[in-house]
């Protein structure tokens, strides 16, 4: 495994050694001197591996000769751009130097021990000022925050007094549910007192339907009699039938023999009639 690290650090080292190395000089303008402009620069330097020097120009400028590779170099440029209080860069003026590999790490060039006294008093003074705003700034927040928290614990307060309200609401709902599950205990036994009653009257239809069923055998065996009493009428009827007819037959018979009886008897009396007066007797 060591010696894949080793390989892996020497083609690093190999592929910087291969990227073109460049120089380029830099002017920054705004806000970059007396603020501890050249120590931020110098620490992006060292976290892209830049060398070279920064120093303050006459006037308000800072100047920066940078050597490094195009990729390091574009980020160093991208990076030292800083508009953080105190520290504000308006514009940064690039030129294109011929690179001479002169420095091994990147440094500050100072100036006189009177003016980097100067400039670090007034970096100090800067940076008090800053936290004196920054302070002033915490407590005008702190102060901000205290009132969104009393705010806040009068919507809180307002919160509570809703949620006893639903709490009483609730109450109320859960003695309304009471009353109503006692409606429906009242509702289920009037329903098995239903129950009963239409059990009772199954049991009922249950008998009446076991004396129809009585009452249809009574009457099925009432229809057999009326049947066989039918057919002894058809009989009788037939019976009487023939009985009119042999009468009929008996009366016509006895008719002509009558008649027959009768015209012998008015005979006889003519007879009886004519001997009486041949004899005087009759006149």
């Avoid at 010696?3 to 920054?28: E, Q, T, V």
């Avoid at 006037?59 to 105190?86: H, R």
């Avoid at 065996?221 to 002894?232: H, I």
Wanted: charged letters at 35%.
């Amino acid at each position: 495994m060591k010696d894949i690290h080793l390989g892996i650090s020497k083609n690093i080292k190999n592929n910087r050694h291969c990227l073109i190395m460049k120089r380029i000089n830099i002017i920054a303008s705004g806000e970059v001197q007396r603020v501890g402009y050249r120590d931020f620069v110098t620490k992006i330097a060292k976290k892209n591996n830049i060398t070279g020097i920064v120093r303050n120009c006459p006037g308000y400028d800072v100047e920066i000769i940078a050597e490094g590779n195009e990729q390091d170099l574009e980020l160093f440029v991208s990076q030292i751009k800083i508009q953080n209080d105190p520290i504000f860069v308006e514009s940064v003026k690039i030129e294109s130097g011929t690179y001479e590999g002169k420095w091994k790490y990147f440094e500050i060039q100072r100036g006189s021990p009177d003016e980097e006294l100067g400039e670090r008093l007034d970096t100090a003074i800067v940076y008090l000022v800053r936290i004196d705003s920054n302070s002033r700034r915490s407590v005008e927040i702190g102060e901000l925050m205290l009132e969104k928290q009393d705010q806040m614990l009068g919507k809180q307060d307002q919160m509570l007094e809703k949620q006893d309200q639903m709490l009483d609401k609730q109450d109320q709902m859960l003695e309304k549910q009471d009353q109503m599950l006692d409606r429906q205990d009242q509702m289920l036994e009037k329903q098995d007192q239903m129950l009963d009653r239409q059990d009772q009257m199954l049991e009922k239809q249950d008998q009446m339907l076991d004396r129809q069923d009585q009452m249809l055998e009574k009457q099925d065996q009432m229809l057999d009699r009326q049947d066989q009493m039918l057919e002894k009428q058809d009989y009788q009827i037939s019976l009487q039938k023939g009985t009119i007819q042999e009468i009929q037959e008996m009366r016509s018979d006895l008719k002509y023999s009558l008649e027959v009886r009768y015209q012998n008897i008015e005979q006889q009396l003519l007879e009886i009639q004519t001997i009486l007066k041949n004899a005087g007797m009759m006149s």
